[in-house]
């Protein structure tokens, strides 16, 4: 196989699968006769999609500024909790147990206490989103810092670097592939914040959409507002693997990169 | 191939360039004085002891010792990255108290950072030493070719665009020397900067360091397990015991330089190489049957 056509094959596959899965799908709810309450076939979720396509958009978008406010936010504090763990044995050896305890605990369990602090709504589904997606940008940041050779440390240290100086010339730079991997599962996981809030205490969003759908037996709707959440979450997560591999080509050994190029 | 363009380092408010460095007789550059070191306090594990030396400026010494002897432990010490337990140490006339600022120190792993092309890697000592961290800006011009220079000195002139992981372990460390040298430190520190390489290149950069040292005379301590390196480079070898370190015997070098490989196949180059290591074949013995009879 020449290298050109297997590019173009890897390309083609995600499409493939996708919609092979979907003929799958449509073939199994038609031959067995599934009844659409249980299990939509896809064209009876397209058609729920187009039917109720304004109302569904406005709460995607909803859901959808809900998910990037919380991002934006848990990608300020996990950067800057990263950095700080990173960067000093002491604080890591403290607060790491805190951390891994809170992350622990379910999401799902401290959107009451939220809606107690922001009341029901927007809100609420922010910092959700938030809680859900800072700990892997924070660990990812650290795990970056932590991974500084000692020798090169050494060299620097030798030259008089203040920690600060070690933290900007090289910490942080080797932390960048780190972070921005984690930007990947952080954004997704913002989004499953989002929607979880929306279905326990919001009157808008796509979580709200379903619940709605949900307590009217409209299957095909649910089923609609899952694939609209699934397609957001694909489209955020590749417009931050470009940016990654924009960002970070040095780490991914030129494939794409030219040699020589920057300088 | 050496063609140094005047740099203007008398320009540089950097310190002396070693010329006539030390005669003998001169204080010693760099001076080891009953330095001791334990990891883990007094009562730990004791890297080094009771060790003493007295370095010239612009001597280059090499410490040879079998491994594990507290080798490195040596050259975080001198630069002031450990603290010794006992003894003290100084430096240019001042006791060593906390980090050196402006050694140049190179490792077996060059260390090179995967997102700087070559000539910005070389040039970071400069972003981080005072007083080029100030003037970089301002006097760019002046040290770009600075670093080309150095670059063209080892041989890596067409590649200063090249990120490091698009060299060999060779070139890349030729470009970590250039980085360790770019600052004009007095004091060179080398821990077995050529140990991950294979012969041919190994040899080829005994050169390469041999004649930038010639043209630059900065002190030089090169910490080695090779006995073939330390005599090709240097004009002193210390050589250590096994664990806990300490000096056990000193050898000048006087071979003329430069120094070439045909060089290292003369008598006398063969027959130091031979002393020095049925030296550190018999303390390896002495330390094994020492840990026999601890054992028994």
Redesign the interface.
Known sequence: MSPNSRRNMERLAPWVVTIGLLLIWQAVVMVFQIEPFVMPAPTAIFEAFLQYRDSILIHAWHTMVSTLLGFVLGIVVGLLLGIFIGSSRLVYAGLYPVLIGFNSVPKVAMVPVLVLWLGIGQPTAVATAFLLCFFPIAVNVATGLATV?P??E????????SRT?ILL??GL?RA?PYFFASLKVAITLAFVGAVISETLASNDGIGYLMIQASSQFRVPLMFAGLAVIAAMGVVTYLFFAVIERRM?G??V??QN?A??G?? | MLAFSPTPASALPSAPQGDAGGGPGAAPFVKLDGVSLSYGGPEGLKALSNTHMAIEKGRFVAVVGPSGCGKSSLMKLVTGLLPPTEGSISVGGAKVAGPLKIVGMAFQNPTLLPWRPLLSNVMLPLEIVQPHRTRLRAHKAEYLRKARDLLETVGLGEFEDKFPWMLSGGMQQRANLCRSLIHDPDLLMLDEPFGALDAFTREELWGVLQEVWMERRFTCILVTHDLREAAFLADTIYVMSARPGTIIAKHEVDLPRPRTVDSTFEPRFVDLVHTIRSQIAQVRNEAKQAAKAKAS
């Not at chain 1, 050494?154 to 670097?161: F, K, P, Q």
């Open positions: 050779e020798e090169l050494d060299v620097l240290r030798s030259l008089g670097a100086d010339k090289v730079p960048m970070t040095w780490a050994r030129g990169l040699p020589g920057g300088g």
